[in-house]
């Protein structure tokens, strides 16, 4: 559980399995745009694809949310 609140691991993440493969275009992003176009034609192991790259980029986001949060809480105290 520990590593999921280290920010270096969770941006080492990001970077490579939540961009790769990086040419011609990040993976991640095909995968938003086939979902946004309508996800026609996506099998099972596209949405596990979508997943497995798009999981870091939702660990970073739950971590920046977390330390946001913290920082209001003090603030307010």
Known sequence: MKALNDWKLVIMGCLTLGLAPF???PHILGKIRWVAGGAVGMKPIDWFD???HGLPWV??????GLHIWKFLARRSA
């Open 59 to 64: 660990l970073l986001i739950r971590l920046a």
């Open 50 to 52: 979508l997943v497995l």
């Open 23 to 25: 040419v011609p275009e």
